[in-house]
């Protein structure tokens, strides 16, 4: 049995419009000083040009600074969320994300906020 890609469509701020679907996370340790963590692999096509791949760094320290504030962790369906509007964040504020695919992290600045409209805690 072969598992489809679900893509979905957004409008960004910038005026470009995305088709995205999610690929795979997996476990990474990043050499530019930003630590151990997940990278959420998503597969995006800017104004239906070539796809390109951008990943969505969420970083362990990012993780425990939430648990250490909040007092519970964060459900792997909550770490996916805070990935996408991640990604949806950069979608509006780039314009050329295909030059940012590294880029797009979440770490102990962001994470409440972009966190903040789900009312999680």
Known sequence: MT????????QAETGISYRYGFAFDRR????EGQGSGTDFVF??????????????????RALE???????????SSEQYAAAKLRLL?????????????LACVVDETNLDELL??????
């Open 28 to 31: 990474v340790v990043r050499p």
């Open 65 to 75: 600074a939430w648990s250490k504030a909040h007092g519970s962790g964060l459900s």
């Open 43 to 60: 597969m995006v096509t800017a104004d239906q040009d070539v796809p390109f791949v951008m990943r969505v760094f969420l970083a362990d």
């Open 3 to 10: 598992s489809r890609r679900r893509y979905r469509m957004y």
């Open 116 to 121: 903040g409209p789900l009312q999680l805690v």
């Open 89 to 101: 964040q950069a979608f509006d504020q780039e314009l050329s994300l295909r030059d940012k695919w």
